[in-house]
């Protein structure tokens, strides 16, 4: 089956799953970076599609992950995006995490992030990669799970 079949048969399957919640939306499937599928679903009232702080937009990536790997018989990366909601959402922690980078050098003292989930968690990690006189860490479990921007230890 080739990449072509693969993307006819997601945007179907897209299509299908909001017919049966009852929206309409415009929905483009695309080859991502490493081997990934990338989903954008666009139309209006969606809001319901993203939930609070995009928690419904991670449990509706989640499902299609699992349909996708269903419908096309192989394990694909699938990233969704609601009407450029991720997008901006990244481009605020990739912000935040400049911030919070600035603020943590500036007092020298650890700032803890609230909770996040895995992907936003991830996000400021690799914001902060490079970042000198800062290092992160995760701490917490479960729903708790939040970012520590702290300064580098110098020795």
């Not at 599928?37 to 939930?51: K, R, V």
């Not at 901006?88 to 996040?116: C, G, I, N, Y």
């Not at 939040?146 to 110098?154: F, I, L, M």
């Amino acid at each position: 089956m080739g990449e072509e079949d693969k993307i006819k048969i997601i945007t179907d399957a897209v299509k299908e799953l909001l017919g049966k919640l009852g929206l309409a939306a415009n929905v483009a499937v695309a080859e991502g970076e490493e081997e990934s599928f990338q989903i954008d679903i666009n139309g209006e009232d969606l809001g319901a599609l993203i939930g609070y702080h995009g928690e419904t937009l991670s449990s509706l990536q989640l499902f299609l992950n699992l349909l996708v790997h269903r419908k096309i018989g192989e394990w694909r990366r699938v990233l969704v995006d609601i009407g450029g909601y991720r997008k901006e959402r990244e481009q605020k922690l990739f912000d935040l995490a400049r911030r919070t980078a600035d603020k943590v050098r500036f007092l020298q003292t650890p700032v803890t992030l609230t909770p996040m989930p895995s992907f936003e968690r991830r996000l400021v990690h690799m914001a902060l990669g490079e970042e000198e006189g800062v290092e992160t860490e995760s701490k917490g479990e479960g729903w708790e799970r939040r970012v520590v921007v702290k300064p580098t230890v110098v020795h």
